[in-house]
């Protein structure tokens, strides 16, 4: 007799010992953090598990709410934009990690009213409020902003919107 994971998955019997193993061990790692299911997919595979038995488990966790791509992308971006990370980053992180389409403003209007917001806090938390700088000084900002994911063009109009002048 075979038993099955829930009755709204896929059957996939837990008397296959690897199965089971693998469940588990996607369940030890979902009650952690979120997890994307490329993610879950490396994990296991590094493990030695073979990939159609680790799709299938994935698959069924997936239909019973327990792994979601959508609320990892969620997660994650939420988590990034509070410690000050711009879209180009977080999009292209997220990315790397299996997730090809996400609505990544609708997550930012939920903590600021705009990116350029974003932007004017991460600034104004690292650095002192001042009304000129050297051009070499701006140069040195704008590339911490630029690593951290704002577009070129939102950094140049930040240099406005603080109304810093630029000493040669």
Not at 42 to 50: C, D, E, H, V
Not at 67 to 86: M, N, W
Request: charged content about 30%.
């Amino acid at each position: 007799m075979a038993v099955t994971i829930s009755n709204r998955s896929e059957k996939l019997p837990l008397n296959n010992p690897a199965a089971a193993e693998i469940r588990k061990i996607c369940l030890q790692l979902l009650g952690r953090r979120e997890h994307s299911r490329r993610e879950l997919l490396q994990k296991l595979r590094s493990k030695g598990y073979a990939g159609d038995d680790i799709q299938r488990v994935i698959d069924a966790l997936a239909v019973d709410g327990w792994q979601s791509d959508q609320r990892f992308a969620e997660s994650y971006a939420r988590q990034r934009l509070e410690k000050g990370y711009g879209p180009l980053r977080i999009g292209n992180e997220l990315r790397q990690r299996g997730i090809e389409e996400f609505d990544l403003d609708s997550v930012m209007e939920q903590l600021a009213d705009s990116w350029d917001e974003l932007l004017v806090r991460l600034y104004s938390r690292k650095y002192p409020a001042q009304d000129s700088m050297s051009r070499n000084e701006w140069a040195r900002r704008s590339r911490f902003l630029l690593q951290r994911g704002f577009a070129g063009e939102t950094v140049k109009a930040l240099l406005q919107h603080l109304k810093i002048k630029l000493a040669s």
